[in-house]
């Protein structure tokens, strides 16, 4: 990706220098043990998308960001609703970000996981038809999967009648990924926090005043209020702020 808009670290230790990728990479990293990272946009306002899609928010910032915490992932976990509704394709990254991963011993692209208590999942679509990592579906004992789902990705269950999203993960773990970002939607944010499974949040602020309507970036059921640390702040020249929340 060409940069054209810089990135300085606010907080702590400020610094007027921007930021490369290595630097960048170096913030946000992996960790010595399994983590669940989540990644999200939002409005000044609180709104998750604007015109019905999280891309109005995003700019160049956010999506360079974006890009190098997939590259930093050995999974990319996505809700089912999520990944037909903003049109998911293939996860695959540039010739860099693949040398990145070989160099620190990783796969050279990370699996994506599909979260889906309906399997209303379509197999000709290019996330998983196109995938260079065979996908995994997380779904419950109930569900009933769409023919031809199983000849692109692995189906595993995890509860009855609802995905049970802590076996979920440790059968992540069991296979081998323990680095996991998550992108939502947001009925699986709230899920994954009832749950108390969220080690970790990016939140990219878009300066921007979305108004009325839009949802906020969690939904779901009542659960109680986790904490979250600020670990950094950093702000891009055309006023975007790039949080990152994790625990101890």
């Known amino acids: 990706m060409t940069v054209r808009i810089p990135i300085r670290r ?33 409005s000044l306002d609180g709104a998750v998308t604007v015109d019905g899609y999280s891309a109005g928010l995003s700019g160049e910032p956010d999506k360079r960001v974006f890009g190098l915490l997939r590259m930093a992932c050995d ?37 994506l996981v599909v979260v889906s208590g309906s399997l209303d999942l379509d197999p000709t679509q290019a996330a998983f038809a196109d995938a260079p990592t065979r996908p995994i579906v997380l779904t419950h004992t ?44 947001p009925h699986l944010l709230g899920a994954l926090t009832a749950a108390d499974l ?11 005043l979305a108004g009325p309507g839009p ?13 979250l640390p600020l670990r950094h702040v950093l702000a891009a020249e055309d006023g975007v702020l790039l949080l990152r929340h994790a625990r101890r």
């Open 10 to 42: 606010l907080w702590p230790e400020p610094s007027t220098q921007p930021l490369d990728d290595a630097a960048l990479t170096a913030l946000y990293g992996r960790a010595d043990q399994p983590r669940l990272r989540v990644n999200f946009v939002t």
């Open 75 to 111: 999974a990319l976990v996505v809700a089912a609703g999520t990944l037909r509704h903003e049109g998911y394709r293939a996860v695959r990254l540039d010739e860099t970000r693949r040398a990145w991963r070989h160099t620190n011993g990783l796969a050279e692209y990370p699996t």
């Open 142 to 185: 109930d569900a009933e999967p769409p023919p031809g789902l199983t000849d692109v990705a692995d189906v595993l269950r995890c509860g009855t009648e609802r995905v049970d999203l802590a076996a979920g993960l440790a059968e992540l773990h069991r296979r081998g990924l323990t680095q996991l970002l998550c992108e939502g939607g």
């Open 198 to 208: 969220v080690d970790e949040l990016c939140l990219t602020v878009s300066p921007l």
């Open 215 to 227: 949802g906020r970036i969690t939904a779901g059921d009542t659960a109680p209020p986790r904490h």
